[in-house]
């Protein structure tokens, strides 16, 4: 059974940093390397949006809004996608939800959600 478990969200000041880990567990190496995984994130009121991802064929993918500010990594060892997020501004306070797409194919797996607030 795949379930992905985010950590690492909480209360940031503007400008401060903030690193978000997704563990997913039920997913072999090769799926877990090989599929579009990553971060997007949905604030009040608004849609859900891509944040970071790797697209499951060597690359990665990032939201306009990012402009730099945000680095998607993994430890394939660990099953394991970090977010490290920089430079935050308020418009960042979202709840961040961890995405897995095995093999490229739906139904897509989500976490449960990590509250990010950026507020002074």
């Known amino acids: 059974q795949t379930q992905l478990v985010e950590s690492g969200g909480g209360l940031v000041q503007p400008g401060g940093s903030l690193r978000l880990s997704c563990k997913a567990s039920g997913v072999i190496l090769s799926v877990f390397n090989g599929s579009p995984m990553g971060w997007y994130r949905q604030a009040p009121g608004k849609q859900r949006e891509l944040v970071a991802t790797?697209?499951?064929?060597?690359?990665?993918a990032y939201g306009d809004f990012v402009k730099g500010r945000f680095t998607v990594s993994k430890d394939n060892t660990k099953r394991t996608v970090y977010l490290q997020m920089s430079m935050l501004e308020p418009e960042d306070t979202a709840v961040y939800y961890c995405n897995l797409r095995p093999d490229g194919n739906p139904p897509d797996y989500w976490g449960q959600g990590t509250q990010v607030t950026v507020s002074s």
């Open positions: 790797f697209t499951g064929r060597g690359g990665t």
